[in-house]
């Protein structure tokens, strides 16, 4: 039987190994019930939707790559969880659809459980693959043989880690549901004086064929209004995080960011300068060997012989 902590020195671990590790060690193990934890909720999410297929091969496919350290799964279940969600039962459903679905899809308790357990999923699963396979990657383009890759030990995983996981991941589905209530609930309307207005949900007007100068279709409004505040949300994160990254710095950290900013200023002027004192210098260095030079040939004895 193997130790879980040999994975550690190993270039490629067996699979007994990885299974030790996720199952026998006792922080990896929260990690490896988390992430079952989170296949399950999106398989019953998924069935309840109608889509047992989809849930199916989100939770084998999953499974799998826990065991078997595939790391390309997380993004193919991403794909196949959005197709499902779009035809649940798989095949393209050309029917009619209900203008008002996208407006009222604000708030459901599925769609909140469903994105944070993918949300708990993928941080888990990646933290895993940094367990047992690889947490950064190697120093040259391609892997030398020989080369051991780096892997995050177990004794790092702190007690609240999965609680700040799941923490973190239900306050990004809240402000999420929030931005997108805010946005099916605002209007673009770049003719008045204030861009935006509140919209009429119970309105069919803005699903008409021909609409009046000035009004745009619920789905035009929704890009616009995500475009204002993706951008207008990242100018303010960078004011924020970035004032208080300033706050945070003691005084050797500032003496460095400025001198790497005034480096930034005026490095051509300081190559150039350089350039010049360093032409000087061999210019001047020449200049004293010259005369050295010269008192040689003086001396040097004359040859008598001439060639015929």
């Known amino acids: 039987m193997s130790r879980p902590n040999e994975i550690q020195n190993a270039a490629d671990p067996t699979q007994r190994q990885v299974l030790d590790l ?74 009619t659809e ?40 190697f120093e040259n383009v391609l892997r030398r043989k020989g080369d051991v890759p780096t892997r995050r030990p177990p004794s790092h995983i702190r007690s609240d880690e999965i609680a700040w996981l799941i923490g973190i991941a239900a306050g990004i589905v809240i402000v999420g549901q929030m931005v997108w209530w805010l946005v099916n609930s605002l209007e673009f309307a770049p003719l008045e004086d204030f861009p935006l207005r509140w919209a009429d949900k119970t309105s069919m ?19 616009f209004i995500l475009i204002g ?18 706050r945070v710095m003691n005084p050797a950290e500032g003496a460095m960011v400025l001198t790497d900013t005034s480096w930034a200023e005026s490095h051509r002027e300081r190559v150039r300068v350089e350039k010049w004192r360093i032409w000087g210098r061999q210019r001047a260095g020449e200049e004293a060997k010259r005369p050295e030079a010269q008192a040689k040939r003086a001396n040097a004895p004359k040859s008598t012989k001439r060639r015929n």
Not at 205 to 222: D, K, M
């Open 98 to 137: 209900n203008p008002f679905e996208i407006r009222e899809t604000h708030f459901r308790v599925t769609d909140a459980v469903l994105v944070m357990a993918v949300l708990v999923y993928l941080r888990a699963q990646y933290r895993v693959f940094g367990f047992v396979h690889q947490i950064v990657p």
């Open 22 to 95: 996720l199952f026998r060690d006792r922080a990896v193990r929260a990690y490896t019930f988390t992430t079952l934890g989170a296949l399950a909720v999106i398989f019953v999410v998924m069935f309840m939707n109608g889509s047992d297929l989809g849930g199916a091969l989100v939770a084998i496919f999953g499974c799998a790559a826990l065991a078997l350290r595939w790391t390309a799964v997380p993004p193919f279940l991403l794909l196949v969880i959005g197709y499902f969600l779009v035809f649940p039962f798989g095949i393209p459903d050309p029917g």
């Open 229 to 246: 505040v993706l951008f207008f949300g990242a100018l303010l994160l960078r004011l924020v995080f970035g004032y208080w990254r300033l």
């Open 205 to 223: 007007t803005s699903y008409r064929r021909a609409l009046a100068p000035g009004e745009f279709r619920p789905g035009q409004n929704r890009f």
